[in-house]
């Protein structure tokens, strides 16, 4: 069985910058898709980045160029570098997997593995 952790989180000004980390056990890191999604206060879920197990990119637009994701798979861990972070940037982030490779990758249906999320606060 998959888990996931998240790290990272916190409290940041306006402009400042973060990397959450999550650390997958249970299977074999480098064959999953990794995402990122993030929920507001009386919000839905939403994408923020995914990952391929090859490398490939995706951002959602509220954060291109402001953000990055990665990959170590030996040590088996996913990153999220954000940078001119945004007091709109304030939610609970999740890193999630899904079982199969092929996909929608900015879709939360998509996923069937979930950390339990790691708060984060941009004060303005």
């Known amino acids: 069985q998959v888990q996931l952790v998240e790290s990272g989180g916190g409290l940041v000004q306006a402009g400042g910058s973060l990397r959450l980390s999550c650390a997958f056990s249970?299977?074999?890191?480098?064959?999953?898709?990794m995402g990122w999604f993030r929920q507001a206060p009386g919000k839905e879920r939403e994408f923020v980045a995914a990952?391929?197990?090859?490398?490939?990119?995706y951002y959602a637009d509220s954060v291109k160029g402001r953000s990055t994701i990665s990959r170590d798979n030996a040590k088996n861990t996913v990153y999220l570098q954000m940078n001119s972070l945004k007091p709109e940037d304030t939610a609970v982030y999740y890193c999630?997997?899904?079982?199969?490779?092929?996909?929608?990758?900015?879709?939360?249906?998509?996923?069937?593995?979930w950390g339990p999320g790691t708060q984060v606060t941009v004060s303005s």
């Open positions: 249970g299977r074999t890191f480098s064959a999953y898709v």
């Open positions: 990952i391929s197990w090859n490398g490939n990119t």
């Open positions: 999630a997997a899904p079982r199969s490779r092929l996909v929608v990758f900015s879709r939360v249906e998509e996923y069937d593995y």
